[in-house]
């Protein structure tokens, strides 16, 4: 974008954050961020200011942790500089704002992941990132099981509430997850890690863009789960070999959600770790799709239709959550989509879900 200014007859361009300044403004702006970040001595990230006219290249330095005081730095000319400008030079403005902003708000959190990138870069991360999310959102079901026993206002939310888990169902669970994890896992993430080593880029990803990209990566997901599932429950062999362990409890408890043979294991492990890489989301995007799609997998095995679940936030019936999958376990031969409905419904293989 660029943006005449009265001050001076040359045409600005910003390469990367699209707000129109002057060249005393310019010179005033980058003389004080660079003085900020003198003080501070915070990472750094730069901003390159050219000048058309004449091919003069100044370099702007504006430290992460300043971005949002620049922002407020810039806002301030915003009304000067726009009564100067035309009218679409003042809508592609506030559009160029309205991005930065959605920039912005994650750029905190990914400051913060960044801070620990040779931890994250480090071929133990996926693993323990992995097996660590995944306990953390199987513990409040944990509690839900063994509280609800106790307490009979609970149980009304528990899909079939004549079953509940023992330890003894619980502890093998536990015990086949660290192990797929340590055996199976830690080698293929090793291997990604040797052959394809992570980078981190300085900026995060804006908010639409990251909420896009994991609703379609759900998706894509969905879709090839449903794939995979009802290929393996079609074809008997393919049951009795590979997929029959993962229905060996009826009713489900959070637990059971990684519960399952070496092949289940690895083929939704690489449909999960696929799809954002043929998208070419940002690592952030990466990270907050596998902690959805835990949280989702988990909820689906819960055996619980809390009033807060996810099928009851989305609307039309579009996601069938719980009591959905619940079913499938009890009845094997519907429902094979693990989180939306509309697969089922196309291929005629849907089943009404009751609570209770």
């Not at 409890?249 to 939704?268: D, K, R």
């Amino acid at each position: 974008m660029r943006i005449h200014s009265p001050e001076s007859p040359r045409w600005l361009s910003l390469t990367r954050y699209p707000v129109g300044v002057s060249c005393s403004q310019a010179h005033a702006l980058e003389h004080r961020q660079m003085g900020r970040a003198a003080r501070l001595g915070k990472r750094t990230s730069s901003l390159k200011l050219r000048i058309s006219k004449g091919g003069f290249l100044m370099g702007g330095v504006f430290p992460a942790s300043m971005l949002d005081k620049g922002l407020q730095d810039l806002q301030t000319s915003q009304t000067a500089i726009s009564m100067n400008c035309s009218l679409p030079d003042r809508v592609l403005f506030s559009y160029g704002m309205d991005r930065q902003r959605d920039r912005l708000c994650l750029q905190s959190l990914w400051d913060f992941v960044t801070a620990k990138e040779p931890w994250i870069k480090s071929p133990f991360f996926p693993v323990l990132f992995s097996f660590t999310a995944y306990m953390a959102f199987c513990l409040p079901y944990i509690v839900l099981d063994f509280a609800s026993i106790r307490l009979p206002n609970l149980r009304k939310y528990k899909i079939q509430p004549q079953n509940y888990p023992t330890l003894g169902m619980m502890v093998p669970c536990i015990i086949q997850s660290a192990y797929h994890h340590v055996v199976l896992i830690f080698p293929v993430t090793f291997l990604h890690w040797y052959w394809r080593p992570m980078s981190l880029p300085v900026m995060a990803p804006e908010l639409p863009e990251v909420l896009l990209e994991v609703a379609v990566c759900l998706l894509l997901f969905d879709f090839e789960y449903f794939l995979w599932h009802l290929l393996h429950h079609k074809v008997p062999w393919l049951y009795k070999t590979f997929h029959k362990v993962h229905h060996k409890h009826v009713s489900t408890f959070a637990l059971t959600t990684q519960y399952s043979s070496v092949w289940e294991l690895l083929s939704l492990g690489f449909f999960a770790a696929i799809n954002p890489v043929l998208l070419g989301c940002h690592p952030l995007t990466e990270m907050i799709f596998f902690l959805v799609n835990i949280w989702l997998s988990v909820e689906d095995h819960s055996g619980y239709d809390l009033p807060w679940s996810t099928h009851r936030l989305v609307p039309f019936g579009l996601y069938g959550g719980a009591p959905h999958h619940d079913l499938h376990h009890l009845k094997f031969k519907s429902n094979y989509a693990p989180y939306f409905t509309h697969w089922d419904k196309l291929f005629g293989t849907f089943t009404e879900s009751h609570s209770n």
